[in-house]
């Protein structure tokens, strides 16, 4: 679900090339937990990068409203509130620069974290089929190096690349209890890969063919989650999610690797949502990510709980399209599950956006500017932008 392009600083890079050419024994291993400067990047150590599960509208109020967001896959009971069919999908470029006390580099991914359809069943039942990014792993490096072959010194470029991702697939059900309850059941099925790829093309391409190492892995799992919606009109909604994660295994083809088999992460969440003030949202959600249970997939994953804490707005603005425009603005701070020492990398955002309602609000175009701040071990931090754009369709 996504496409990255970078060229790193030559130390970065020929570190990179030793990391891998030391673990070729043990592919699993170099897929799972590539150290920092074979993939130029704090945020995609081990299995990726978590997007978050997030609609364009929630990550632009800082992750706020995450729990009662029928555009996000979290809270099976949110697809209830939705009395029209949709069809929505959602992209976000990432532009990050990353420092290493003083050397640094620029990388640009883009990702496609989001496809969902919702459909009412009557007056009380709903039904959502989603496709998100749990984790994104997409980097590349590249550098030049010399080679002695016999009496011959013959120079090269050497290429590092991981494309792969690990989506949930999730069909979500929402059944309205009471005019002020709703509840929802999921099942979600986690399916996923990793092709890790290294190329040596040597000057010299008389005597020398290019070189082309691939290792790929896949996975595949599965869980189950419940949440609630309790509403008071006017005033507000609180929602409730929880997520069991079932087993997760790892596959070289379609054999599972032994003594490589984990289980999907766990998830609680909470969100508040204000409505007191006419014309104004107000949003808060409180969240945890049980990731430790990824650790059985690889004894080399360093794995860090996942808090992640969010606040946010959404202020209605001037009237286009035969509705209002949504102005928004968060911030979000959370820890992200892997990193490549014992020190956590803590992200910290702030976002801005706005909802454009469009064809007699048929459509509606959101768009949103995220600013995150990760940090690491001393001496090493990543910032980012990332451009969030979310499209639906009524039918």
């Not at 364009?56 to 896959?73: H, K, L, N, Q, Y």
């Amino acid at each position: 679900m996504s496409r990255a392009t970078q060229m790193c600083p030559r130390w970065l890079a020929a570190i990179a090339h030793i990391a891998f050419a030391t673990s070729l024994a043990t592919p699993l291993a170099t897929s799972l937990a590539t150290p920092l400067a074979a993939q130029g990047t704090l945020s995609t150590q081990g299995l990726g990068f978590p997007p978050g599960q997030l609609s364009t509208r929630a990550i632009t109020m800082g992750g706020a409203i995450g729990e009662v967001d029928p555009f996000s896959p979290l809270n099976p009971a949110a697809a209830g509130r939705l009395r029209r069919s949709i069809i929505m999908m959602q992209a976000e470029p990432e532009y990050r620069e990353v420092k290493a006390g003083a050397a640094s580099q620029r990388t640009s991914v883009t990702r496609f974290p989001l496809f969902l359809g919702s459909m009412p069943l009557g007056a009380r039942w709903a039904v959502t089929v989603s496709a998100s990014t749990l984790f994104d792993r997409t980097w590349g490096t590249s550098a030049r190096e010399v080679q002695v072959v016999g009496v011959d010194t013959v120079g090269a470029t050497v290429s590092q690349s991981s494309a792969g991702s690990l989506a949930d697939v999730r069909v979500a059900v929402s059944y309205k209890v009471r005019e002020w309850l709703q509840l929802g059941f999921g099942g979600h099925a986690y399916t996923g890969n990793d092709a890790l790829r290294t190329i040596h093309a040597f000057d010299d391409t008389v005597r020398f063919k290019v070189d082309t190492l691939n290792t790929a892995l896949g996975f595949g799992g599965n869980a189950f989650s419940t949440g609630a919606l309790a509403f008071w009109p006017q005033v507000g909604t609180i929602g409730v999610t929880y997520r069991r994660g079932g087993t997760l295994n790892t596959y070289q083809g379609t054999r599972i690797v032994p003594g490589r088999v984990g289980s999907a992460p766990d998830h609680f969440g909470v969100s508040a949502e204000y409505l007191g003030i006419k014309g104004t949202t107000l949003g808060l959600r409180f969240a945890r990510d049980q990731w430790s249970r990824l650790k059985g997939l690889s004894p080399t994953l360093i794995v860090h709980e996942g808090l992640d804490i969010g606040a946010g707005a959404e202020v209605l603005g001037p009237r286009f399209g035969g509705g209002q425009v949504g102005l928004r603005f968060g911030a979000r701070a959370r820890t992200l599950p892997f990193s490549a020492s014992a020190t956590a990398v803590r992200e910290r955002t702030l976002s801005v956006g706005f909802g454009l309602p469009l064809a007699s609000q048929r459509a509606e175009l959101s768009v949103g500017a995220l600013r995150a701040a990760r940090t690491g071990p001393v001496g090493q931090s990543e910032n980012a932008w990332t451009i969030s754009t979310g499209f639906l369709v009524r039918p």
